[in-house]
């Protein structure tokens, strides 16, 4: 970078690392909120390579029901089709053709197999090449290159989630998260149309994600939440691909009634907030699931698409869970703050609250491993 600070073009981006032990160690450095090389960077490096939520098996019921989806809409802008076979089977495919790269299904429909409508290729529900018209003479063909890519793909309770390339499996990613509230009715978790919706927030991805992994300004950015949580007990627990918030009730409003397995038996816990790396968040309520699916634009923007999945209506609303959507307006707040704070020729790195920021501290080593020129 230059010695002024600001974000030349043709600089190459200076290497960093973050230290191991949080006590000694600084943030990331302000040019990656900032500089697009980095995001482009992260686009192949980090987002190409994990796991990302696409829908949920409520929209994939009946046989022969094929639904298009885009793997990270604005960002990886991947096309993908997720379909039932007529044996129940369920795939993910890329969704375009591999004749001449149209796009094989553009909207939600329920049909016996895939037919290109540029030149007639057709293929199975299961991605299959089965005919293509006027291609006698054709020296090799077909082979498996001509059958559509299949996806990786995976669940958590109904919700699914792909990846392109994955670097880990995703088993690893939500093994924690399963284990310490799979006991919940998870798959039985209905999607409410009316509490989800996209929220575009001025900021870089992973500014969003810094706010979200830690405590530390629950008690100056969010006075009513702070109200509903006891902050003297709130914890961040480390894993190796997610990390959890416990928000502990500051009362008895509607705490989680814990099996007696749970490791959290006999306290009042009014949230357990999970980030799985890089850019999901789950947050689990005794009412059910808000999922913040967090969609880079562009260096300083973000569309964070917000779902909200119940298993107790009568709940909503209470404790911890009471007006999210107020919540989710401060920290857009902040974050925009941030963003602007981060361009600043004066600033650099700052440090870490040894109590309260594990969770950034984390996130920051992770997103270092991968976007690592080695």
């Not at 600089?11 to 690392?17: F, K, Q």
């Not at 006698?136 to 990786?152: I, K, Q």
């Not at 814990?258 to 799985?276: E, F, T």
Request: some cysteine.
């Amino acid at each position: 970078m230059p010695a002024d600070g600001r974000k030349g073009e043709e600089a190459p981006p200076v290497w960093w690392t973050i230290d191991p032990a949080i006590a000694r160690a600084a943030t990331l450095p302000a040019e990656v909120y900032s500089d697009p090389r980095w995001l482009d960077a992260a686009r192949e490096k980090v987002f190409a390579r994990t796991w990302h939520l696409i829908g949920d098996a409520d929209q994939l019921l009946e046989p022969g029901q094929c639904l298009p989806v885009t793997l990270l809409p604005g960002f990886l802008d991947e096309p993908l089709l997720l379909t039932r076979g007529r044996d129940g089977g369920t795939h993910l495919l890329s969704n375009v053709c591999t004749h001449r790269g149209a796009l094989l299904c553009g909207e939600a429909a329920i049909q016996p197999g895939l037919r290109c409508r540029y030149h007639g290729r057709r293929f199975g529900l299961d991605g299959r090449f089965l005919s293509m018209p006027e291609f006698e003479g054709a020296e090799g063909f077909p082979s498996l290159a001509d059958d559509l890519p299949r996806v990786a793909f995976a669940s958590l309770g109904k919700l699914i989630f792909a990846s392109l390339a994955p670097a880990f499996p995703f088993e690893e990613l939500v093994a924690e998260m399963t284990a310490r509230v799979g006991w919940l009715p998870i798959g039985e978790a209905l999607l409410d149309p009316s509490r989800s919706r996209d929220y575009d927030v001025p900021a870089n991805w992973a500014v969003y994600c810094d706010n979200y992994l830690e405590g530390l300004h629950i008690p100056f950015v969010h006075a009513a939440l702070l109200g509903a949580l006891d902050f003297g007990a709130y914890r961040t627990e480390v894993y190796r691909w997610a990390s959890l918030q416990v928000g502990a009730a500051s009362g008895d409003d509607a705490p989680f009634d814990l099996p007696p397995s749970s490791p959290d038996h006999g306290r009042r816990i009014a949230a357990y907030y999970w980030w799985l790396f890089p850019a999901t968040m789950i947050n689990v309520y005794p009412w059910g699931l808000s999922v913040n699916l967090v969609q880079p634009l562009a260096p300083d923007r973000t569309r964070v698409a917000y779902r909200t999945y119940v298993w107790e209506p009568g709940l909503l609303g209470l404790g911890a869970s009471a007006d999210l959507d107020r919540v989710e307006r401060e920290d857009e707040a902040v974050v925009e703050s941030v963003q602007k704070g981060v361009r600043s020729r004066l600033y650099r790195r700052g440090r870490y609250s040894p109590k309260h920021e594990a969770g950034v501290h984390h996130f920051h080593r992770l997103l270092t491993c991968f976007l690592s020129p080695e």
